[in-house]
């Protein structure tokens, strides 16, 4: 189930795409889960990584979870104040950017976890 900050989100990256003539991203909620995860584990075990010590890189997560796209492995993270501001980084990174405006990339898992300093966010994309 998506939190109201992950919907917000999801509205949010849908628009710039939509902004491009991009599809919408639609959302799997294994994938949600997993991005979930990956944000609470950041928090909890004190790291900002693509590549977690429980998890590995975003493929293997993925992997080990049985998801199968023809494309995996995409992921942005953030440590933000707010979830908007996670978004604004997101759009002015280049690489972050790209993730979201990539026309291959049609399915998106967003976990965001509430700290006591802002949030940790997690993105996770893949496409058929």
Do not use: C
Not at 50 to 63: F, I, R, V
Request: avoid cysteine; proline fraction near 2%.
């Amino acid at each position: 189930m998506q939190g109201a900050d992950e919907k917000l989100m999801l509205n949010l990256v849908n628009q710039e795409r939509a902004k491009a003539g991009l599809a919408a991203f639609a959302v799997d909620a294994k994938l949600a889960e997993l991005a979930r995860l990956k944000s609470w584990d950041m928090y909890e075990k004190n790291y900002f990584s693509h590549t977690s010590p429980t998890y590995g890189s975003a493929l293997d997560m993925e992997k080990k979870a049985g998801i199968s796209y023809r494309v995996m492995g995409a992921e942005n993270i953030a440590r933000a104040a707010t979830m908007r501001r996670s978004h604004e980084l997101f759009m002015n990174s280049e690489g972050h950017r790209a993730n979201i405006m990539n026309a291959m990339h049609t399915t998106i898992g967003i976990g965001i976890v509430g700290t006591p300093n802002g949030v940790v966010v997690t993105q996770l994309f893949t496409g058929n």
